[in-house]
């Protein structure tokens, strides 16, 4: 046996699995959170408000110790304010007051992001360590259990080859038989036990598989909304109150009537690793059969901002239409699920008379980054653009509250 190549062969075994060093991680979280756009077609003062949010965020996954969370939305704030913002068709209509403001945030996030920073590639340090203890001791184990196996495998072949030698050299016919169904038990024991071996191994991969499975366990007892989703299992879970949709459908049944859309914003905070929808946002707004915005943005952020509420989501009518995202709901959706994954939009039909909570998939998300159109308009691709959530738990012991801009 080469045991240089052996030693080799699980050198290069380990590096592979043990996969990118701490400080390759941190690298690719900083080039994943710098890929966020701007679109020319959104007011620029909704990115400063934007910007704000950000900062807030961050500092919430920072006190929630969700680390990695927190150093992308700091790292997303820093390419935004510095990299994007500037380039902005409406960047120099700001004020130079909002501008300073937003400079002196971006040094509070700068000085918040390299901590953060620190305190990540030291967990991943720890993980990366432990991780390379936990293989080279698996393949350790793993090179004894071949040499066992060899050995064993070794020794049955000998007891093979010594019982036919026996059944030949047998002088008699009852001998020669005796041995032969000496020979036939021993080799029927040998595969039972060869079975055996591989049927604990096989239960043994799905053990792991099952202990190794990121698909989040909802609790049964409330009710998520659980359907098919490609944006993968890593997103915190929203708990909704289960009366939410209720009351914004009853706030909304005038304009249902007259067949004009009406929309709401979804108010919330962030706790034990979990969002928590807590209120509704009623704004000054307008609406047509089609189209719904709000009016006073300012007096929905500083609402928000007194109660210490996230924007998680948004909710809206389509009167006489079925549930889904249209272009324009696409365009509104996309600038906060870019700052926010969890993000939700949801939309009531009062054709089907029922709610769907909605978010772009990873498709929609490059779609709708890349596309300069405004207004209604088809998107190229045949992909789906947008999807039902699965990080939904909708939990009737709790109560929206309601706060009436309009």
């Known amino acids: 046996m080469n045991h240089n190549y052996d030693s080799l062969c699980s050198y290069s075994i380990m590096e592979q699995s043990l996969g990118e060093t701490p400080q390759q991680r941190v690298l690719a979280i900083s080039n994943k959170a710098s890929q966020i756009s701007i679109d020319n077609t959104i007011p620029v003062r909704r990115y400063l408000r934007t910007l704000k949010e950000m900062s807030r965020m961050a500092s919430e996954y920072d006190k929630e110790k969700d680390y990695y969370s927190a150093f992308v939305l700091y790292n997303k704030f820093l390419t935004l304010f510095i990299e994007k913002l500037p380039k902005h068709s409406q960047f120099k209509s700001l004020q130079q007051n909002d501008i300073e403001n937003l400079k002196d945030l971006t040094k509070v996030c700068l000085t918040k992001a390299e901590v953060?920073?620190?305190?990540?590639?030291?967990?991943?340090?720890?993980?990366?360590?432990?991780?390379?203890?936990?293989?080279?001791?698996?393949?350790?184990?793993?090179?004894?259990?071949?040499?066992?196996?060899?050995?064993?495998?070794?020794?049955?072949?000998?007891?093979?080859?010594?019982?036919?030698?026996?059944?030949?050299?047998?002088?008699?016919?009852?001998?020669?038989?005796?041995?032969?169904?000496?020979?036939?038990?021993?080799?029927?024991?040998?595969?039972?036990?060869?079975?055996?071996?591989?049927?604990?191994?096989?239960?043994?991969?799905?053990?792991?598989?099952?202990?190794?499975?990121?698909?989040?366990?909802?609790?049964?007892?409330?009710?998520?909304?659980?359907?098919?989703?490609?944006?993968?299992?890593?997103?915190?879970?929203?708990?909704?109150?289960?009366?939410?949709?209720?009351k914004f459908v009853s706030l909304s049944k005038e304009c249902t009537k007259k067949g004009i859309e009406f929309c709401s914003f979804i108010g919330g905070k962030l706790s034990n690793n979990a969002f928590h929808a807590t209120h509704l946002i009623i704004p000054s707004q307008e609406g047509t059969p089609d189209s719904c915005a709000a009016i006073n943005e300012d007096e929905i952020w500083e609402a928000m901002s007194s109660k210490d509420l996230l924007q998680i989501g948004w909710i809206h009518t389509h009167p006489t239409q079925t549930a889904f995202l249209s272009s324009v709901d696409l365009h509104t959706t996309f600038p906060n699920q870019q700052m926010l994954a969890e993000y939700i939009a949801i939309v009531w039909s009062g054709k089907t008379e029922n709610a769907r909570y909605l978010a772009l998939t990873s498709s929609g998300m490059n779609t709708v980054r890349q596309c300069t159109k405004a207004g209604f308009h088809e998107h190229p691709g045949s992909d789906p653009l947008f999807e039902d959530c699965q990080h939904i738990v909708v939990n009737n012991k709790l109560s929206v509250q309601i706060i009436d801009l309009s």
């Open 116 to 246: 953060v920073k620190k305190t990540l590639i030291k967990i991943y340090e720890k993980e990366y360590a432990k991780k390379k203890v936990e293989l080279i001791a698996k393949l350790k184990a793993d090179e004894e259990a071949k040499r066992q196996e060899e050995k064993a495998r070794q020794e049955q072949e000998e007891k093979v080859l010594e019982l036919q030698r026996k059944a030949e050299a047998a002088s008699n016919e009852s001998e020669r038989k005796s041995e032969e169904e000496r020979l036939r038990r021993f080799k029927e024991k040998a595969e039972r036990e060869r079975l055996e071996k591989e049927r604990q191994k096989q239960e043994e991969m799905k053990r792991q598989e099952f202990l190794t499975d990121p698909t989040p366990h909802f609790d049964r007892a409330l009710k998520p909304v659980h359907i098919s989703s490609n944006r993968g299992s890593h997103l915190k879970q929203i708990f909704v109150p289960g009366d939410l949709v209720d």
